[in-house]
T-cell receptor, first 113, second 117 residues
Framework: GNSVTQMEGPVTLSEEAFLTINCTYT??????LFWYVQYPGEGLQLLLK?????DKGSNKGFEATYRKETTSFHLEKGSVQVSDSAVYFC????????????FGTGTRLTIIP | EAGVAQSPRYKIIEKRQSVAFWCNPI?????LYWYQQILGQGPKLLIQ????????DSQLPKDRFSAERLKGVDSTLKIQPAKLEDSAVYLC???????????????FGQGTRLTVV
């Protein structure tokens, strides 16, 4: 079956630190990969996505590259801000089918000033 | 463009009571999803609709959960009777279908937080 494994949290960093949240996946077909973010009290929002191998998704200073050889989609940001404090979910969906989004367990990120 | 609307935002019920959640997807989105997010876990799909037909309900506890999407637009999710372990956030999402299995990403509502006491 399909599954997503995320870096265990919580993660606490100082402002302006470099962020990496690891995500690896297993898939029976050819997936698209997503990072969703959930700010306190809000619903899930798409942060970035990549639909094929070697694609790089980017948004709000965050980046993730679809690595088929390592089945990974690690989230990175060069300099985090307090406003980045949230829960981050990695997810996959098999292309060209009626497949569902499969989520990881989420990583809670807290940025301290 | 209006987003996915859900109501209520919060609900507290006693075990064995029934509860219903409502979702209005983004206009024109044929695919609608209900996810259950238990505290500390990632969202888990309960049911997926394509228009008013069910595509996937393999993880829906059908002895107590039911969902419908009459007319292929709004949807309701019902729990009867509720158990303590049903306490979770119930998320509705929708996506636009371009046909031939190509869809946009899922857009999520703010969710309904259910507490069963």
């Amino acid at each position: 079956g399909n599954s997503v494994t995320q870096m265990e949290g919580p993660v606490t960093l100082s402002e302006e630190a470099f962020l990496t949240i690891n995500c690896t996946y297993t898939a029976t077909g050819y997936p698209s990969l997503f990072w969703y973010v959930q700010y306190p009290g809000e619903g899930l929002q798409l942060l970035l996505k990549a639909t094929k191998a070697d694609d790089k998704g980017s948004n709000k200073g965050f980046e993730a590259t679809y690595r088929k050889e390592t089945t990974s989609f690690h989230l990175e940001k060069g300099s985090v801000q307090v406003s980045d404090s949230a829960v981050y979910f990695c997810a996959l969906r098999i292309n060209f089918g009626n497949e569902k989004l499969t989520f990881g367990t989420g990583t809670r990120l807290t940025i301290i000033p | 463009e209006a987003g996915v609307a859900q109501s209520p935002r919060y609900k507290i019920i006693e075990k064995r009571q029934s509860v219903a959640f409502w979702c209005n997807p983004i206009s024109g989105h044929a695919t609608l999803y209900w996810y259950q997010q238990i505290l500390g876990q990632g969202p888990k799909l309960l049911i997926q609709f394509q228009n008013n037909g069910v595509v996937d309900d393999s993880q829906l506890p059908k002895d107590r959960f039911s969902a419908e999407r009459l007319k292929g637009v709004d949807s309701t999710l019902k729990i009867q009777p509720a158990k303590l372990e049903d306490s979770a956030v119930y998320l509705c999402a929708s996506s636009l279908d371009y046909g031939q299995g190509i869809r946009t990403e899922a857009f999520f509502g703010q969710g309904t937080r259910l507490t069963v006491v």
